[in-house]
C-alpha cells in the first residue's frame, strides 16, 4: 500500500511552454501534498505545500504564478510550471500522506528538462 | 546556516567495513528525524526513522542527540548495494502541516 504516482515521469519541452505534472496517491486519500525540486548536486528543496481544497502554501523565494498547484481531490495533486525556462530544469517531486504528522510517501519524480 | 547539515564525501569503503554519517540539524524545536538514501536518478526512500534513544534496523543504527542537535547514521558490515546518497532529514515543529527539510546528503560509495 502507500503507492504514489507521478506523470509524467519525463518531460522535454521549448522555454516558453507550460507543463503540468500530476501526483496521484493510489491506494489512500492524501489529505496533504507537498511539491519539491532537487537540483543536480542539490539537496531536495520545498516548494510548496498542497492541501485539499484550499490554496498551497509557498515556500519563501517561490513565485506562486509561476508553480501553480490545484489539490482537486483527495488523491490528485497537480504542478504546473508557467512559462517554463531553463533555468527551471530540475526534478520534481511530490509526497503524500494521511495528515500533517503522518509519514510521507513519495512518488518516483518528474525529470523536466527546458530547452 | 543551513538548517540541515552534511559532510558531502563522498566516503569510499571497503566491503565489510563500517561506516558512519553524521548530520546536525539548526531548529532546535525540530520533532522528527530520519535518513533517507537516495539512489542515482531515483527518488529518495526511508531508510528509516531517528529516536531519541537510538535504534536499529539490521546492520543500520541510528542515534539522536537533541542537546547537540546531532544525528548520527552507523552501517555495519557494508555490502555493495549500500553504495548511495544517505539523506539527513528533518521534520518542523509548526502546527498545521510540515514539510521535510533535506540535508544535501553525504555520498557513500563500497568498493569491492
Known amino acids: 500500500g502507500a503507492v504514489v504516482s507521478q506523470h509524467p515521469s519525463w518531460v522535454i519541452c521549448k522555454s516558453g511552454t507550460s507543463v503540468k505534472i500530476e501526483c496521484r496517491s493510489l491506494d489512500f486519500q492524501a489529505t496533504t501534498m507537498f511539491w519539491y525540486r532537487q537540483f543536480p548536486k542539490q539537496s531536495l528543496m520545498l516548494m510548496a505545500t498542497?492541501?485539499?481544497?484550499?490554496?498551497?502554501?509557498?515556500e519563501q523565494g517561490v513565485e506562486k504564478d509561476k508553480f501553480l498547484i490545484n489539490h482537486a481531490s483527495l488523491t490528485l495533486s497537480t504542478l504546473t510550471v508557467t512559462s517554463a525556462h531553463p533555468e527551471d530544469s530540475s526534478f520534481y517531486i511530490c509526497?503524500?500522506?494521511?495528515?500533517?504528522?503522518?509519514?510521507?510517501?513519495f512518488g518516483p519524480g518528474t525529470r523536466l528538462l527546458v530547452l | 546556516r543551513k538548517e540541515v547539515e552534511q559532510d558531502p564525501g563522498p566516503f569510499n569503503v571497503p566491503e565489510g567495513a563500517t561506516v558512519a554519517f553524521n548530520c546536525t540539524y539548526s531548529?532546535?524545536?525540530?520533532?522528527?528525524f530520519f535518513w533517507y538514501r537516495q539512489d542515482c536518478r531515483k527518488e529518495p526512500k526511508l531508510l528509516m526513522s531517528v529516536y531519541s534513544s537510538g535504534n536499529e534496523d539490521g546492520r543500520f543504527t541510528a542515534q539522536l542527540n537533541r542537546a547537540s542537535q546531532y544525528i548520527s547514521l552507523l552501517i555495519r558490515d557494508s555490502k555493495l548495494s549500500d553504495s548511495a546518497t544517505y539523506l539527513c532529514?528533518?521534520?518542523?515543529?509548526?502546527?498545521?502541516?510540515?514539510?521535510?527539510?533535506f540535508g544535501k546528503g553525504t555520498h557513500l560509495i563500497i568498493q569491492p
Open positions: 498542497s492541501n485539499e481544497g484550499s490554496k498551497a502554501t509557498y
Open positions: 509526497t503524500a500522506g494521511t495528515g500533517a504528522r503522518e509519514t510521507q510517501y
Open positions: 532529514v528533518v521534520k518542523g515543529s509548526g502546527g498545521g502541516a510540515d514539510g521535510l527539510t
Open positions: 531548529n532546535s524545536a525540530s520533532q522528527s
